[in-house]
Nanobody, 122 residues
Framework: QVQLVESGGGLVQAGGSLRLSCAAS????????MGWFRQAPGKERDFVARISRSGGSTYYADSVKGRFTISRDNARNTVYLQMNSLKPEDTAVYYC???????????????WGQGTQVTVSS
């Protein structure tokens, strides 16, 4: 299995930027597609972004398109979420997750980090 640890959260003003990092343990990081999710107080955990195993394909929730960028460095076992033009509604705990599915078209996030708090003030 893979162990995931998020970092980089904090307090930022609306319009500002943050970069989140997710460090993974193990030797098989490149075998996992990776995703970022977020959960605001009193709300469900929502999808934010996904990146393929090689980093060649990315997918974003409509709410963050054009503002957030997901990337990965397989040599460093790390996935990133660059967040620009932040809005108060982006305030949430952000989680990274690893998708271990080997079936094309199937998503299965089997491993999750502990989360990092992002707070955007108005």
């Amino acid at each position: 299995q893979v162990q995931l640890v998020e970092s980089g959260g904090g307090l930022v003003q609306a319009g500002g930027s943050l970069r989140l990092s997710c460090a993974a343990s193990g030797r098989t990081f490149s075998r996992y597609a990776m995703g970022w999710f977020r959960q605001a107080p009193g709300k469900e955990r929502d999808f934010v972004a996904r990146i393929s195993r090689s980093g060649g394909s990315t997918y974003y929730a409509d709410s963050v398109k054009g503002r957030f960028t997901i990337s990965r460095d397989n040599a460093r076992n790390t996935v990133y979420l660059q967040m620009n033009s932040l809005k108060p509604e982006d305030t949430a705990v952000y989680y990274c997750a690893a998708d271990g599915s080997t079936i094309t078209g199937l998503q299965s996030y089997d491993y999750w980090g502990q989360g990092t708090q992002v707070t955007v003030s108005s």
